[in-house]
Protein backbone atom coordinates (compact mmCIF):
# COMPACT_ATOMS: atom_id res chain seq x y z
CA UNK A 1 0.00 0.00 0.00
CA UNK A 2 1.35 3.02 -1.22
CA UNK A 3 2.40 5.50 1.76
CA UNK A 4 0.56 8.79 0.13
CA UNK A 5 -0.17 10.17 4.49
CA UNK A 6 3.57 9.53 5.09
CA UNK A 7 4.80 11.66 7.82
CA UNK A 8 1.61 13.95 7.89
CA UNK A 9 0.51 14.55 11.74
CA UNK A 10 -3.28 14.35 11.61
CA UNK A 11 -5.86 15.20 14.71
CA UNK A 12 -8.90 12.89 15.05
CA UNK A 13 -11.54 14.00 17.14
CA UNK A 14 -14.00 11.44 17.61
CA UNK A 15 -14.83 9.37 20.05
CA UNK A 16 -11.75 6.79 21.26
CA UNK A 17 -14.13 3.61 20.71
CA UNK A 18 -15.58 4.73 17.33
CA UNK A 19 -11.53 5.38 15.96
CA UNK A 20 -10.00 2.23 16.22
CA UNK A 21 -10.43 1.24 12.39
CA UNK A 22 -10.08 4.99 11.41
CA UNK A 23 -7.08 5.09 13.01
CA UNK A 24 -5.52 2.26 11.38
CA UNK A 25 -6.48 2.69 8.05
CA UNK A 26 -4.90 6.63 8.30
CA UNK A 27 -1.73 4.74 10.26
CA UNK A 28 -1.80 2.24 7.06
CA UNK A 29 -1.14 4.64 4.70
CA UNK A 30 1.63 6.21 6.87
CA UNK A 31 0.15 8.93 8.93
CA UNK A 32 0.80 9.72 12.16
CA UNK A 33 -2.60 9.69 13.80
CA UNK A 34 -3.06 11.47 17.68
CA UNK A 35 -6.87 10.59 18.49
CA UNK A 36 -7.75 13.32 20.35
CA UNK A 37 -11.60 12.68 21.44
CA UNK A 38 -13.11 16.17 21.86
CA UNK A 39 -16.48 14.21 23.64
CA UNK A 40 -17.63 11.60 25.54
CA UNK A 41 -21.05 9.70 24.99
CA UNK A 42 -22.73 9.76 28.20
CA UNK A 43 -26.28 8.22 29.28
CA UNK A 44 -29.09 9.61 30.34
CA UNK A 45 -29.81 9.03 33.59
CA UNK A 46 -32.78 9.91 35.87
CA UNK A 47 -35.41 10.93 33.25
CA UNK A 48 -39.14 9.05 33.66
CA UNK A 49 -40.44 10.08 30.15
CA UNK A 50 -37.26 8.08 28.68
CA UNK A 51 -37.83 5.37 31.22
CA UNK A 52 -41.36 4.69 30.08
CA UNK A 53 -40.64 5.25 26.48
CA UNK A 54 -38.05 2.52 26.58
CA UNK A 55 -40.10 0.15 29.08
CA UNK A 56 -42.90 0.43 26.15
CA UNK A 57 -40.77 -0.59 23.29
CA UNK A 58 -43.37 -3.54 22.12
CA UNK A 59 -45.69 -1.17 21.82
CA UNK A 60 -43.48 0.32 18.45
CA UNK A 61 -43.09 -1.34 15.03
CA UNK A 62 -40.29 0.35 13.94
CA UNK A 63 -36.80 1.71 14.82
CA UNK A 64 -34.99 4.27 13.25
CA UNK A 65 -31.29 4.20 14.36
CA UNK A 66 -29.18 7.69 13.24
CA UNK A 67 -25.61 6.17 14.92
CA UNK A 68 -23.91 3.49 16.54
CA UNK A 69 -24.30 5.42 19.66
CA UNK A 70 -28.23 5.32 19.68
CA UNK A 71 -28.10 1.07 18.77
CA UNK A 72 -25.64 0.91 21.69
CA UNK A 73 -27.72 3.02 24.59
CA UNK A 74 -30.62 2.00 23.49
CA UNK A 75 -29.42 -1.44 24.56
CA UNK A 76 -27.73 -0.30 27.53
CA UNK A 77 -31.48 0.74 28.76
CA UNK A 78 -33.21 -1.74 27.57
CA UNK A 79 -31.14 -4.22 29.95
CA UNK A 80 -31.13 -1.45 32.49
CA UNK A 81 -34.42 -1.78 32.70
CA UNK A 82 -34.80 -5.33 32.32
CA UNK A 83 -37.52 -4.78 29.53
CA UNK A 84 -38.29 -8.08 27.90
CA UNK A 85 -37.04 -7.17 24.52
CA UNK A 86 -36.97 -9.26 20.64
CA UNK A 87 -34.80 -6.90 18.56
CA UNK A 88 -35.80 -9.26 15.63
CA UNK A 89 -39.49 -8.12 16.20
CA UNK A 90 -39.11 -4.77 14.91
CA UNK A 91 -38.49 -2.97 11.04
CA UNK A 92 -35.01 -1.54 11.52
CA UNK A 93 -33.84 1.52 9.70
CA UNK A 94 -30.32 2.70 10.06
CA UNK A 95 -28.41 5.51 8.79
CA UNK A 96 -24.86 4.81 7.71
CA UNK A 97 -23.20 1.24 7.53
CA UNK A 98 -21.25 1.87 10.98
CA UNK A 99 -24.61 1.63 12.54
CA UNK A 100 -26.29 -0.96 10.02
CA UNK A 101 -22.99 -3.24 11.55
CA UNK A 102 -23.47 -2.24 15.12
CA UNK A 103 -27.07 -3.31 14.59
CA UNK A 104 -26.18 -6.83 12.82
CA UNK A 105 -23.84 -7.34 15.90
CA UNK A 106 -26.77 -6.76 18.41
CA UNK A 107 -28.87 -8.85 16.47
CA UNK A 108 -31.39 -6.39 15.28
CA UNK A 109 -32.47 -7.47 11.56
CA UNK A 110 -31.21 -4.36 9.50
CA UNK A 111 -34.35 -3.90 7.20
CA UNK A 112 -33.17 -0.45 5.07
CA UNK A 113 -30.90 2.44 4.78
CA UNK A 114 -30.68 4.41 2.68
CA UNK A 115 -28.07 5.38 -0.01
CA UNK A 116 -26.26 7.84 1.48
CA UNK A 117 -25.18 7.76 5.16
CA UNK A 118 -27.46 10.98 6.63
CA UNK A 119 -31.53 12.27 7.69
CA UNK A 120 -31.81 14.33 4.77
CA UNK A 121 -31.17 10.97 2.13
CA UNK A 122 -33.37 9.32 4.24
CA UNK A 123 -36.23 11.79 4.52
CA UNK A 124 -36.34 11.60 0.83
CA UNK A 125 -36.28 8.14 0.52
CA UNK A 126 -38.74 7.46 2.98
CA UNK A 127 -41.41 9.07 0.92
CA UNK A 128 -41.84 6.17 -1.24
CA UNK A 129 -42.08 3.90 1.37
CA UNK A 130 -45.55 3.04 3.29
CA UNK A 131 -45.64 4.24 6.58
CA UNK A 132 -49.10 4.12 7.16
CA UNK A 133 -49.43 2.45 10.56
CA UNK A 134 -45.39 2.38 11.42
CA UNK A 135 -44.96 3.22 15.10
CA UNK A 136 -41.32 5.21 14.83
CA UNK A 137 -39.11 4.95 18.01
CA UNK A 138 -36.06 7.39 16.82
CA UNK A 139 -33.84 7.20 19.70
CA UNK A 140 -30.66 9.76 19.53
CA UNK A 141 -28.47 12.31 20.90
CA UNK A 142 -29.70 15.28 23.10
CA UNK A 143 -27.96 17.63 20.45
CA UNK A 144 -30.61 16.03 17.64
CA UNK A 145 -33.73 18.04 16.40
CA UNK A 146 -36.47 16.67 17.77
CA UNK A 147 -38.53 17.44 15.57
CA UNK A 148 -35.80 16.33 12.58
CA UNK A 149 -38.72 13.37 11.56
CA UNK A 150 -41.68 14.74 11.95
CA UNK A 151 -42.39 15.41 8.41
CA UNK A 152 -42.82 11.38 8.37
CA UNK A 153 -46.32 11.84 10.28
CA UNK A 154 -47.29 13.40 6.65
CA UNK A 155 -47.17 9.66 5.04
CA UNK A 156 -49.67 8.58 8.30
CA UNK A 157 -46.03 7.57 10.62
CA UNK A 158 -46.73 7.84 14.41
CA UNK A 159 -43.42 9.72 15.38
CA UNK A 160 -41.67 9.29 18.96
CA UNK A 161 -37.81 10.89 18.79
CA UNK A 162 -36.44 10.83 22.53
CA UNK A 163 -33.02 12.02 23.58
CA UNK A 164 -31.24 8.64 25.19
CA UNK A 165 -27.25 9.72 24.99
CA UNK A 166 -25.68 13.23 25.68
CA UNK A 167 -22.35 14.29 23.54
CA UNK A 168 -20.60 15.74 26.57
CA UNK A 169 -16.99 17.60 25.80
CA UNK A 170 -14.28 15.39 27.20
CA UNK A 171 -12.36 16.39 29.96
CA UNK A 172 -9.06 18.46 29.66
CA UNK A 173 -7.51 16.24 32.45
CA UNK A 174 -8.08 13.44 30.46
CA UNK A 175 -6.08 15.09 27.04
CA UNK A 176 -2.72 16.26 28.87
CA UNK A 177 -0.59 14.12 26.43
CA UNK A 178 -2.65 14.63 23.00
CA UNK A 179 -2.96 18.37 24.08
CA UNK A 180 0.68 18.20 24.35
CA UNK A 181 1.35 16.78 21.18
CA UNK A 182 -0.98 19.56 19.56
CA UNK A 183 1.18 22.45 20.71
CA UNK A 184 4.66 20.46 19.80
CA UNK A 185 4.00 19.50 16.55
CA UNK A 186 2.97 21.02 13.35
CA UNK A 187 -0.70 19.64 12.32
CA UNK A 188 -1.23 18.55 8.81
CA UNK A 189 -4.36 17.92 8.84
CA UNK A 190 -7.95 18.11 11.38
CA UNK A 191 -10.80 15.81 10.93
CA UNK A 192 -14.24 16.40 12.51
CA UNK A 193 -17.08 14.00 12.29
CA UNK A 194 -19.71 16.20 13.84
CA UNK A 195 -20.39 19.92 15.15
CA UNK A 196 -19.79 18.57 18.92
CA UNK A 197 -16.98 17.55 18.15
CA UNK A 198 -15.70 20.82 16.45
CA UNK A 199 -17.50 22.76 19.60
CA UNK A 200 -15.45 20.34 22.18
CA UNK A 201 -12.43 21.38 19.93
CA UNK A 202 -12.45 24.95 20.54
CA UNK A 203 -13.68 24.50 23.94
CA UNK A 204 -10.66 21.92 24.82
CA UNK A 205 -8.07 24.14 23.26
CA UNK A 206 -9.54 27.53 24.63
CA UNK A 207 -9.74 28.69 21.09
CA UNK A 208 -11.70 32.25 21.04
CA UNK A 209 -10.96 33.22 17.03
CA UNK A 210 -10.95 29.63 15.51
CA UNK A 211 -11.04 30.94 11.90
CA UNK A 212 -7.22 32.62 13.15
CA UNK A 213 -6.27 29.45 14.97
CA UNK A 214 -7.13 27.30 12.02
CA UNK A 215 -5.69 29.79 8.91
CA UNK A 216 -3.82 28.06 6.28
CA UNK A 217 -4.74 24.75 7.89
CA UNK A 218 -6.20 21.58 6.40
CA UNK A 219 -9.34 20.19 7.56
CA UNK A 220 -11.84 16.91 6.70
CA UNK A 221 -15.26 17.15 7.61
CA UNK A 222 -18.17 14.43 7.31
CA UNK A 223 -21.31 15.68 6.05
CA UNK A 224 -22.51 19.23 5.06
CA UNK A 225 -24.07 19.83 9.14
CA UNK A 226 -20.25 19.70 10.50
CA UNK A 227 -19.51 21.41 7.11
CA UNK A 228 -21.97 24.22 7.91
CA UNK A 229 -20.62 24.48 11.78
CA UNK A 230 -17.49 25.31 10.44
CA UNK A 231 -19.22 28.01 7.74
CA UNK A 232 -20.62 29.85 10.87
CA UNK A 233 -17.09 30.17 12.80
CA UNK A 234 -15.98 31.24 9.81
CA UNK A 235 -13.43 28.66 8.38
CA UNK A 236 -14.12 26.62 5.19
CA UNK A 237 -13.14 22.95 5.03
CA UNK A 238 -10.77 21.48 2.71
CA UNK A 239 -12.38 17.70 2.74
CA UNK A 240 -15.68 16.84 2.24
CA UNK A 241 -16.60 13.61 1.13
CA UNK A 242 -19.53 12.80 -1.15
CA UNK A 243 -21.38 10.32 1.39
CA UNK A 244 -20.89 11.18 4.89
CA UNK A 245 -18.77 7.96 6.57
CA UNK A 246 -15.25 7.26 7.72
CA UNK A 247 -14.02 5.27 4.85
CA UNK A 248 -15.66 8.08 2.14
CA UNK A 249 -13.35 10.69 4.33
CA UNK A 250 -10.84 8.94 3.69
CA UNK A 251 -10.99 7.96 0.58
CA UNK A 252 -10.78 11.87 -0.20
CA UNK A 253 -8.14 12.27 1.96
CA UNK A 254 -5.94 9.95 -0.21
CA UNK A 255 -7.46 11.79 -3.30
CA UNK A 256 -6.32 15.36 -1.73
CA UNK A 257 -2.87 14.56 -1.08
CA UNK A 258 -2.14 12.57 -4.03
CA UNK A 259 -3.28 16.08 -5.70
CA UNK A 260 -0.81 18.02 -3.29
CA UNK A 261 1.82 14.87 -4.25
CA UNK A 262 1.44 15.86 -7.73
CA UNK A 263 1.38 19.80 -7.67
CA UNK A 264 4.82 19.34 -5.91
Partial sequence: MEKILQNKNIVLTRAKDQSVQSVMDLEALGANVISFPTIKISPITNNQILDDTVSNINNFNTIIFTSENAVK????????????????????????????????????????????????????????????????????SSLSKPDQFNSLENYGAEITSIPIYENKTNDVQNLGDEIEQLKSKEIDLYIFTSPSTFSGFLTIMS???????????????????????LNKAGIEPNIVPPNFTMNYLIEEIKKFYSKEKVID
Fill in 73 to 140: SLLVKINELRVNFDPKAFFVISIGDKTTESCISNNFRVDFQPQNASSESLLKELEFMNLVGRKILIPG
Fill in 207 to 229: IDNPEQYFENKNIAVIGPVTKEA
